[in-house]
């Protein structure tokens, strides 16, 4: 029997005095992480900024993580029975679709050609590295996942190249994506990459496609257990290769979406085949309706980005 994986320690760059720390929990939204010198610190998942793997050894993790893990990082006085949660129905975020398009066009003037949109969610095509975006990631997906490119590289080498468009961009949030797939186990990596290249290239039915790349991400949390891959790290790579045929979902923005469009989307849907289609859906319709109302996006990443930032500063009553 192997023994398990290592759990992932943490630190925070912004905060180095509060030394290494272990994830408690990862849910809802939020990320709790107990530090050595810090304590017990409760994160919005997407605000927080600097959180990176800490170096160690395999024993050096186990030994550090038991030793916080054995400091009771609850603590305090014992929890108030919660309240069971009453369902509540879903309300669109906007009236009408034409509504969100005029939300859209205040905070970004010019719409996807404008400037504020190509510096905020684009990237100019000039700009090389990260600060040209996802411009620069579609392009960096492109040279490195193409049947040629493939064709000639070693397993490790697509891994990497993988690993690093998972970390290019700022898409899929660092403990959901590059560090646990960083260390995903060296057996565990030419499946994946093979998944990749039938997922990218295959024929036939995408859904058995898709859903054979999303079981080949074997990942491991903080602790070492498994842990199921998420949405966005499942459509990522495939929306930065092929951006006109594939979208990167983010399951919470895209159900509300498909209530403007009265459509149906649920973002507790299981990674499937099926379930990918009616993302896909919310993402097709969209592009159609903004360029009914003169909006041209460029691709489904543009129209990921409007269904994005539309729902994530959406205006008040």
Do not use: C
């Not at 495939?238 to 973002?267: C, G, I, M, R």
């Amino acid at each position: 029997m192997r023994a398990a994986a290592a759990p992932t320690l943490f630190t925070l760059e912004s905060q180095p005095s509060w030394g290494r720390a272990t994830l408690l929990d990862d849910k809802d939204g939020k990320l709790i992480l107990f530090f050595e010198h810090g304590g017990r610190r409760v994160f919005v998942k997407s605000q927080v900024k600097g959180l990176q793997a800490a170096e160690l050894s395999e024993d050096e993790a186990r030994t550090v993580d038991a030793r916080l893990r054995g400091k009771n990082p609850q603590g305090g006085a014992a929890k108030k029975p919660t309240k069971p949660k009453v369902a509540r129905a879903l309300v669109a975020a906007f009236p009408s679709f034409d509504a969100q398009v005029r939300w859209f066009e205040t905070l970004f003037p010019g719409g996807f050609e404008g400037e504020k949109f190509v510096a905020e969610e684009r990237g100019a095509p000039e700009t090389k590295g990260k600060k040209g975006y996802k411009t620069a990631a579609i392009k960096l997906a492109q040279a490195q996942l193409s049947p040629e490119r493939l064709a000639s590289a070693t397993p490790e080498e697509t891994f990497e190249a993988s690993k690093k468009l998972l970390g290019f961009t700022n898409l899929v949030f660092p403990i959901e994506g590059p560090i646990p797939f960083g260390s995903m186990k060296e057996e565990d990596r030419a499946g994946f990459v093979t998944a990749l290249g039938e997922v990218l290239h295959g024929t036939g039915e995408y859904g058995p496609r898709f859903e054979k790349f999303a079981s080949s991400v074997h990942l491991r949390d903080a602790t070492g257990q498994g842990r199921k891959v998420t949405w966005p790290l499942a459509t990522l790579l495939q929306s930065l290769y092929a951006p006109a045929q594939h979208t990167f979902v983010k399951p919470t923005a895209f159900e509300q979406q498909a209530l403007v469009l009265n459509l149906t989307a649920d973002k507790h849907a299981s990674v499937t085949g099926p379930n990918y289609e009616r993302f896909l859906d919310v993402a097709r319709k969209t592009s159609e309706r903004l360029v009914a109302a003169g909006h041209t996006p460029r691709d489904l990443m543009d129209v990921y980005s409007f269904i994005w930032r539309t729902h994530k500063e959406k205006p008040t009553a």
